[in-house]
């Protein structure tokens, strides 16, 4: 096995973690009355991101793209920073962090860790990501899809989340951090 089908392998473990962890701060959540929001984009989000992950693997495979050490690894750089950030959010939400929208009615947001500077940290690692994570080896096809269709998606996302979030009533105006 060679070092990137390595990395992306860690990367996949490290998705299944986080879909551990969400399905555990689901069942936080709903017991105490939290509502999901957002159920018709959830499949498109699972299927964009199990996308980057099989982009990742396939072009460089298929089409023969060689690591370049000058782009790589600023982009790996890139890629672990951005998994550091996500990390970050979700202990710093600790059970109320999830892969869907779920808002427990009546709990005071976040406003610790990177919630004190940016409304949706978790977003910026994913939109980094994106892009630097195929582009260690690259794959800048799939960076470039995955780049444009994730900006679709974190549009309809976004708006979930802050429809959401304003329907509790804790929830400041929009613009001010959280």
């Not at 980094?128 to 960076?143: D, Q």
Request: aromatic share 8%.
């Amino acid at each position: 096995m060679n070092a990137w089908t390595g990395l992306m392998l860690l990367v996949s473990v490290e998705r299944l973690a986080e879909l551990l962890v969400a399905r555990r701060n689901s069942a936080w959540s709903r017991a105490r009355g939290g509502r999901v929001y957002g159920r018709g984009h959830y499949p498109a989000m699972v299927t964009l991101h199990t996308g980057l992950l099989l982009g990742c693997v396939a072009e460089p495979w298929a089409l023969g793209r060689p690591f370049l050490p000058v782009l790589g690894w600023p982009m790996l750089a890139l890629a672990v920073a951005a998994q550091v950030l996500r990390w970050w959010c979700i202990i710093t939400l600790g059970p109320r962090w999830n892969t869907r929208v779920v808002v427990v009615e009546g709990l005071p947001l976040v406003t610790s860790g990177p919630y004190r500077w940016l409304r949706h940290p978790n977003y910026l690692a994913v939109v980094v990501e994106g892009f630097a994570l195929p582009l260690v080896h690259t794959a800048w096809a799939t960076a470039l899809c995955f780049t444009v269709l994730n900006l679709v998606l974190l549009s309809v996302r976004v708006r979930c989340e802050e429809t959401a979030l304003v329907g509790d009533r804790t929830v400041p105006l929009p613009g001010i951090a959280r």
